[in-house]
Structure formats: C-alpha cells, structure tokens
C-alpha cells in the first residue's frame, strides 16, 4: 500500500514538473511573439504621429493675398511683437491658448509668433501650430499667456508687402512642428520688419534733410522766395509765381522778396 502511495505521489510529482516546463515554454513563446508585435505596433505609432506632424510650409496663399489687399488699401504696420517661450513637450493642436504639461524626452524647445498692429486700429496674429501657419485679424491687441516672453519694437509705417515678399520668397522654407522648429520662421520675419523699419527711418531722415532746403511744393529747386508780408519762406521761384496767396495761410502775397545764400 505504501509503495502504491509513493509511486502515485512520483506520478504527481513529475506530472507537475512537466506541465510547469510546458507553461514556462509557453510563456516563453508568448514572450517571443509580443515582442516583435510591440515593436511594430510602436512603430505604427511613430509613423502616425510623424504623418500628423508632418513638415508644413510657412505661407498661405489667403494671408499673402490679404496682406497685399491692405497695402494697397494704404495700411501700414505700426508695431510688431515677437512672443516665445519655452515648451518641454510637442503637444500643440492649436495654439498658444493651451497650456504645456507633461514631459517626454524631447530636448527644450521653443513656441514662437508675432503681433502686427496696423495704423488703424487692427492687429494680425502670426502663430506656428501643427497644422502649419496660423495667422488672426482682430480689432484689439490679442491676449497672450503670462509664460511668454514678449518683445517689441515700434515701427515707422512698415508697408505689409514687405511681410508677403518675405513669406513668400521663403515658400519652400518649412518648419517642424513635431520639434517645434518654427523659430527660424517667426525671426526670420521679426529681422525682416526690423531692417524694412531701418530703411524707413534712413529714407524719412534723408527726405527731411531734402525738405529743409528744397521747395515744398516741387521738392525739386532750393527755396528762393519770401512772401510778404505774411514771412513765409517755401517755395522756389517758380512755384511762387503761381500763387497770388500764401497756401500757408491764406494771406494775399503783396511782394515776393528772392533770397540769396
């Protein structure tokens, strides 16, 4: 009876072992297939998020045709803001609106855009989101999140042509939003403004330099002539022969007094 006992307890016993050797390949085995199954799934993911994230050009055909629109219209841009801060992940579907949280490990990276303000009472929003370039026209100053660092630099009527031209030479130009490589768009833009604001301020000082002795109607001889008795001393000498009064202040001219000198 004890022998019956002691080999049915083997039996148990090595029957037990087997199946622990047979669930421990299976395991095993199992191990092996989700593998490479995670692998391609992760790849399926990275391939979905770099589509959505895909490289986006920095221009719009319908922003390039409005900026025209307003210059000819005669509008200048009076002011510009460069915003920026300093994001730790890429989570942007839309816009400086939403705030950044959580971490990956992505490298410090950074969210950029410009506000524009024409002379009349209108603002342009430039921002750079995942679906490419965003831009807003608004009668106010748009509201900016307290996280952004904002720069800004007042401008001498700036012609919104040259913020087209600039686009619009640099079409083939794309950033990432996947890395957020958007800076180089938004300073790009901001160094353009920039040297166009230099280039007015160095015209405007040579045209009053040109203005302080040239006729103020023609702008093409030196004043010479010196109306009295009203003192008013702009014009050339042919232009005053057109005038029997001062268009300066409407005094009728009794003698045109000619400077030498």
């Known amino acids: 009876m004890d022998e019956k006992d002691s080999g049915s307890s083997d039996d148990q016993s090595t029957s037990f072992k087997a199946r622990t ?6 395991v095993g085995a199992l191990g092996l297939a989700v593998g490479p199954v995670a692998g391609v799934v992760g790849a399926a993911a990275m391939l979905l998020r ?15 045709l409005t900026l025209r629109e307003n210059a000819d219209l005669g509008r200048k841009f009076t002011r510009v803001e460069r915003f920026s801060k ?8 839309t816009s400086d609106a939403q705030e950044v ?35 807003k026209f608004a009668t106010r100053r ?36 996947f890395t957020w490589n958007c800076n180089h768009v938004a300073d790009m833009l901001w160094e353009k403004l920039l040297l166009c604001n230099a280039d007015e301020a160095a015209r405007d000082e040579a045209r009053d330099e040109a203005e302080g002795d040239a006729c103020t109607i023609c702008y093409s001889s030196p004043k010479q002539i010196c109306f009295s008795p009203c003192g008013h001393y702009q014009m050339c000498g042919t232009c005053a022969a057109r005038f029997l009064a001062c268009p300066f202040c409407q005094e009728v001219i009794i003698e045109r007094i000619r400077v030498f000198g």
């Not at 050797?21 to 299976?26: A, E, H, P, R, T």
């Not at 770099?50 to 390039?64: G, Q, V, Y």
């Not at 300093?86 to 579907?93: A, F, Q």
């Open 21 to 26: 050797v047979v669930l421990g390949m299976g």
């Open 50 to 64: 770099s589509r959505t994230m895909s490289m986006s050009s920095a221009f719009n055909e319908e922003l390039d």
């Open 86 to 93: 300093s994001i730790d992940r890429c989570c942007c579907s």
């Open 101 to 135: 949280s959580g971490k990956t490990d992505l490298p410090m990276l950074r969210h950029s855009g410009l506000l524009l303000k024409f002379d009349a009472e209108r603002w342009l929003k430039l921002e750079f989101v995942q679906e490419g370039l965003q831009y």
């Open 142 to 177: 748009p509201a900016l999140a307290k996280t952004f660092l904002v720069e800004a630099c007042e401008l001498r009527k700036v012609s919104p042509v040259h913020l087209a031209d600039c686009l619009k030479s640099s079409k083939h130009m794309t950033y990432n939003s």
